[in-house]
């Protein structure tokens, strides 16, 4: 990155030094938290590690937003959910029976992804918060200034709301939906109001207890205002004119004399060739499907090189290798402050991920992949980080590697190798005796194709060919030097002697 500021310090530099700092970054835990979410953590993660870095006093926190209702019954629900829509996902059972509530259900596995990713937030629940009472004033003086609220929206955001609009949505007591009721009257003294819900009920919800929610316009800049928030990163969704940020902006100032937190707008992560990835669409990646084959501080080398305004357009394939490669070249450049921003103590290994991929390939036990490791030149320093690496590998292969980087070595001579003319056999023998006597160094082993193949009168591609048919019945493998050199001399030796035989 030479001499450019990184955009995590640039954003850092704005900031007010000399006051206390918190970042909040969140989203409702309504379906599989994906890369794309991911992308919104790290983003406030980075601002924080760069404050912290410039000896400011910041917190970053994760606000889990599991009082919001559910939605829809989305492609990876079942139908029965169908009675759950307008439920707080934290009242909603777990769709698969060991998790406390829906909301944790996707929450769990988050979290511990982002552990892994070096990112340690402080983690509240709006469920928690609203029903421990925490919004309580906030929410009487959104009932109380409701109209005042009613005109900020409607001149921001330039949209009309309806006769008798409400900041606040009961979660009516009959039918347990956090729904758009009609609120009849508001004791302020003891925190409740009437209402007629949709259903038809008349009730009494007390917001003190959690009894109810403000609407997404309010909730989002009360809670500015309460949690004590100064810098939050959130998607460009609500960054365009008249949305919600906006919108937020002028209720936190007026209604609760708080100033809209420094706002950093963070483009969508798509995937190739899939569109953006949305949990309600099901295109998703999740971090733990992404965390089983990419080393965490990858993960955090994209984002981190990206300007959170730039949308990544995220290949699992060959876009995945062409990325660790990337990251593996600037972190032994060792000159860039995207690595002082992640400090990640994931175990190393020193062999390059795309070898790793053609080893596991060729290696049929734990015990072969060191062995070929070892020929190959590479010290085995932590055997349990390579086999880690390895699982990476194998994952890859089997989930997103495109076909062409895959082969099989056969086990016996493939009748195509058998069937190639003399004139191509008596190349593969001269091969095989020039190799057979020298250095079994994967370069050597590349180079003497050219001589042999001129030797007995057919190109360098044709004799290629022939070798990558007798081991994998194929015309085109992994390069080949490197190939043989993880094969061994002797496995080799006695495939090419058995062809020319
Ligand atoms: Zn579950
Ligand atoms: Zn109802």
Known sequence: ????????????????????????????????????????????????????????????VYVADDFDPLRKVYPFLPDSYQKYIGWPVSDIP??????????????????????????????????????SGMFTEQIRAALEHAEEIKGILERISGRKLEEGWTPYYPICEKCGIISRATILSHDPEK???????????????????????????VDWPMRWSVYG??????????????????????????????????????????????????????????????????????????????KPDKTIAFDPGMGLLRLIDE?????????????????????????????????VQIAQTDDGIFDILKRSGYEIVDESAVLDQANRAKMWLER????????AIQPALPEVAAAEPA???????????????????????????YDAAAGAGITGKELFTAVYRAFLGADRGPRLGWFLEAIGREATLARLNEMTA
């Open 191 to 217: 925190h409740t109001v009437t209402y007629r819900c949709s259903c038809g009920h008349e009730g009494v919800s007390d917001y003190s207890k959690g009894e109810g929610k403000l609407v997404w316009r």
């Open 423 to 449: 004139n191509v056999k008596a190349a593969v023998a001269a091969y095989a005796a020039a190799v057979s006597a020298g250095d079994w160094k994967a370069d050597v082993l590349h180079n003497s194709v």
């Open 1 to 60: 990155m030479n001499e450019k500021i990184h955009w995590a310090d640039a954003k850092a530099s704005r900031v007010p030094a000399d006051r206390h700092q918190l970042i909040a970054t969140g989203i409702t835990p309504s379906g599989p938290i994906h890369l794309g979410n991911m992308r919104e953590v790290m983003t406030g993660d980075m601002i924080y590690k760069a404050l912290k870095s410039r000896g400011v006093d910041a917190e970053l």
């Open 229 to 306: 928030v100064t810098i939050e990163p959130f998607g460009k969704d609500h960054a365009s004119p008249g949305g919600s940020y906006d919108t937020g902006t002028y209720i936190t100032k007026d209604i609760y004399g708080y100033e809209a937190p420094i706002p950093v707008t963070y483009e969508w992560i798509s995937l190739k060739g899939r569109g953006e990835m949305h949990s309600s669409k099901g295109v998703v990646l999740t971090i733990r499907d992404m965390l089983d084959i990419v080393p965490p501080e990858v993960l955090r080398y994209m984002i981190a090189k990206t």
């Open 400 to 407: 997103y590697a495109p076909e062409d980087v895959k082969f």
């Open 94 to 131: 777990c769709p698969c029976g060991k998790h406390k509530s829906y909301a944790e259900h996707f929450l769990e596995p988050f979290l511990s992804a982002i552990e892994e990713l070096d990112i340690h937030p402080r983690i509240v629940r709006t469920s928690e918060s609203y029903r």
């Open 327 to 359: 990251y593996d070249r600037a972190a032994a450049s060792g000159e860039s402050r995207e690595y002082e921003l992640s400090v990640i103590a994931s175990p190393q290994t020193t062999i390059p991920f795309r070898h790793m991929v053609t080893v």
